[in-house]
């Protein structure tokens, strides 16, 4: 079993900035891949960014690319999100989320308890 513990959300303006941190414990060597989903009040969750074990491979939704760098802390199952220029539609709850691999996230992945992120505008 994988726990994650997430940190670092709240309210910013919008151009603002934001770390999100998602630390794993447990059984890690069992879901190396780490990364972020959001989800808005009334919509589905949706992927936000993604990085493999090593950290030297990651995915971008499009709609932070540019804006969002996930970045992987050596030696340590620790992610983090650093968000930039934050718009009024970034406001979610943010979710890690460890796996196997990136591409079976969304499906079998192990979530944390989420953390709010409000951009104001």
């Known amino acids: 079993q994988v726990h994650l513990v997430e940190s670092g959300g709240g309210l910013v303006q919008a151009g603002g900035s934001l770390r999100l941190s998602c630390a794993a414990s447990?059984?890690?060597?069992?879901?190396?891949?780490m990364g972020w989903f959001r989800q808005a009040p009334g919509k589905e969750r949706e992927f936000v960014a993604a990085v493999n074990w090593s950290g030297g491979s990651s995915n971008y939704a499009d709609s932070v690319k540019g804006r969002f760098t996930i970045s992987r802390e050596k030696g340590k199952n620790t992610v983090h999100l650093q968000m930039i220029s934050l718009k009024p539609e970034d406001t979610a709850v943010y979710y890690c989320?460890?796996?196997?691999?990136?591409?079976?996230?969304?499906?079998?992945?192990?979530w944390g308890q989420g953390t709010q992120v409000t951009v104001s505008s």
């Open positions: 447990g059984r890690t060597f069992s879901s190396p891949a």
């Open positions: 989320v460890a796996s196997a691999a990136i591409a079976t996230m969304a499906r079998s992945g192990t």
